[in-house]
């Protein structure tokens, strides 16, 4: 594993606590010698106290430059005792980075330093036998403490990223259904077109050439040309829509699906071993070509993802409204017991219902009732 080399901002606590430490061992280390200094040397004791400020004054720095700040405090505690606080919190930091070619010499060069200022104590009375120890042991509680913080900062900062990465994929695969799902509504939508047109530039050719007509063929024939055209016109709006905003609806497998075909599809999913209860208040067959499209995609997304995430139990497909108050189609089903109870998210097939819906004006949402059942309700305008 590489080193690391992340180091987050601190905020205003994690300054103050770190400083708070830096002090209390500053203390801790000078302050019976503090008392000797002041009695018989009293510039000893400024000495120690301005080398002590001018070691936490290079802590500023210790983050640019790690090495020199660590190797310069630690000179510094040579010859001054207050300095050993600032001297840990630099040999600490440094070892954040978690570089031994860097640790390991500092780290000596400390164990040094606490000798070298040990042997300047007046009031020393420890053998060196028991002092070489207590200072090996502070300098590998600072190293080993400084390398933790390292380590967690690399896998928090590992974490952090992992979880953007997720996003933006996840973000990335969202857009690409959408993609795939406008590229084959547009598929879809040239075949109607095709079709549409078609049919007008042969009513037209006959009004062209044909000299026989009556005046109410050419009634009937203008008709059918305008109602064609017409037609022509709202599937282009759709297509641009599809363009120009993002929705989609339809799908570019012949033959198109329609709502009449939705009793076939829960046939269909009963024969493979669904249970599935079936409730309408209106006449499928009397839906709307382009509005039955969506329909019978929304019911298929809806029994494959009640197949795949909570089989065994009872779908509940209920249609209901009319031409007044459009199309509204409600699937339900509870979420399954035991291990597998995972309840059934929204993935991309409920994207692109999402897209197809939209376009045809309508909503989808999808809900887990208090009762434990996944509903997935669709409202769709009846057009006129």
Known sequence: MPPTTCQPELGLWSRAWRIVAVLTLSAAAWGE????????????????????????????????????????????????????????????????????????????????????????????????????????????????????????????????????TAEAEQAARVAQARTAERARIAREMHDVLAHRISLVTMHAGALVYRQDLSAADMRSTAGIIQDNTHEAMIELREVLGILRDGPGDADPELPQPAASDVPALIDEARSSGMRIDHVSSIDLSTVPESLGRTVYRVVQEALTNARKHAPDTLVTVTFGGGPAEGLRV???????????????????????????????????????????????????????
């Open 33 to 164: 010698v503090a008392v000797w200094q002041w009695d018989h040397h009293q510039w000893w004791f400024w000495s120690d106290l301005g080398l002590g400020v001018l070691a936490l004054a290079l802590l500023r720095w210790r983050r640019a430059y790690p090495v020199p700040v660590a190797v310069a405090t630690n000179v510094v505690s040579m010859i001054s005792f207050a300095a050993a606080g600032p001297a840990t919190w630099a040999l600490a930091s440094m070892a954040t980075r978690r570089r031994w070619r860097e640790i390991i010499p500092v780290a000596a060069l400390a164990l040094a330093a606490g000798l070298t200022v040990e042997a300047l104590n007046p009031g020393k009375d420890e053998p060196f036998a028991i002092t070489i120890p207590l200072v090996v042991l502070v300098i590998a509680v600072t190293v080993g403490w400084g390398m933790y913080i390292g380590s967690r900062r690399e896998l928090l900062a590992t974490l952090r990223e992992r979880a953007e």
């Open 330 to 384: 409600v699937i339900r089903n509870p979420l399954p017991f035991g291990p597998r109870a995972v309840a059934p998210h929204s993935g991309l097939g409920l994207v692109g219902l999402a897209e197809r819906t939209a376009l045809a004006g309508g909503t989808l949402t999808h809900r887990i009732t208090p009762e434990r059942q996944f509903v997935l309700t669709a409202w769709l305008p009846w057009p006129a």
